[in-house]
């Protein structure tokens, strides 16, 4: 279940970092590039998880 759970929390991430990258303001845009690394982070743990069977 974790698995699923980092991946969906990923993809969330990843896009609200994407929404947030394409703002006019230079602060708000370094968020959304965090945001958007945090979101690959979480959807690569997810896969991690799924290879060893959540056991992570």
Same mark, same amino acid.
């Given at each position: 279940? *974790? #698995?699923?759970?980092?991946?969906? /929390?990923?993809?969330?991430? &990843?896009?609200?970092?994407?929404?947030?990258? /394409?703002?006019?303001?230079? #602060?708000?845009?370094? &968020?959304?590039?965090?945001? &958007?690394? /945090?979101?690959?982070?979480?959807?690569?743990? *997810?896969?991690?998880?799924?290879?060893?069977?959540? /056991?992570?």
């Amino acid at each position: 279940m *974790g #698995e699923l759970v980092d991946k969906i /929390k990923g993809k969330v991430n &990843e896009a609200i970092g994407d929404v947030k990258q /394409k703002s006019d303001n230079p #602060e708000t845009r370094a &968020e959304g590039q965090a945001q &958007e690394a /945090k979101g690959k982070a979480q959807q690569a743990g *997810g896969a991690i998880k799924g290879a060893l069977g959540d /056991k992570v």
